[in-house]
């Protein structure tokens, strides 16, 4: 619902419609509409890590999630994903739980990363918006390139980012 009709589209009545629930039901397990596509976002993301796990065998765990990013079944998810990101911008409640889950998972990365990178938490934002430009794959089709090329680049941003060393794991952004 989300992706299709923008955060300020998508009301918990509607939802509840399209989810074939009545609004009660979701209201029994959400206060808001902002909680309800919060914890949408963080299926989201939590999907996109469970693609990193199963494809990304002997890979490192920062290019699993990367390449997670960029499969054709995850479409919807970066498109939820970049929805509610901007849609933060407008919505305090939204904001306040986007930097929640940010500041959690920033502290396991800038866990991980201290000792051997000079500037861990500037890493860390920098691979966070490195993710979540990589919500907008589908927005630049006009520049038509295969999309195994694209990955081969986002590995190479990766090994810059974050030299080989610590192992980063977690979420995907």
């Known amino acids: 619902m989300c992706v299709e009709r923008g955060f300020e589209g998508s009301t918990l009545p509607l939802i509840a419609e399209r989810a074939g629930v009545s ?3 979701v209201y029994n397990h959400f206060h808001n509409r902002e909680e309800l596509l919060y914890a949408a976002a963080v299926r989201a993301l939590d999907q996109i890590t469970a693609v990193a796990l199963r494809n990304g065998r ?3 765990p920062l290019h699993a999630i990367a390449m997670a990013y960029l ?3 995850m479409r919807q998810n970066r498109r939820l ?3 509610l990101h901007l849609a933060s911008r407008r919505d305090a409640r939204l904001a306040a739980l986007i930097r929640q889950w940010h500041h959690e998972y920033a502290d396991r990365f800038v866990g991980a990363l201290s ?3 000079p500037n ?3 890493t860390t ?3 966070f918006l490195l993710l979540l430009g990589l919500c907008h794959f589908d927005d630049v089709a006009a520049i038509r390139v295969p999309r195994a090329a694209v990955a081969e680049r986002i590995e190479r941003l990766v090994d810059v980012l974050v030299p080989e060393g610590p192992a ?3 979420t995907a952004s």
Request: net charge neutral.
């Open 168 to 170: 980063i794991t977690g």
């Open 58 to 60: 002997g890979e490192r």
């Open 125 to 127: 934002k920098a691979v």
């Open 120 to 122: 861990p938490k500037a």
């Open 71 to 73: 499969q054709p079944g």
């Open 23 to 25: 609004p009660t039901a």
């Open 115 to 117: 000792g051997t990178d």
């Open 81 to 83: 994903i970049a929805e």
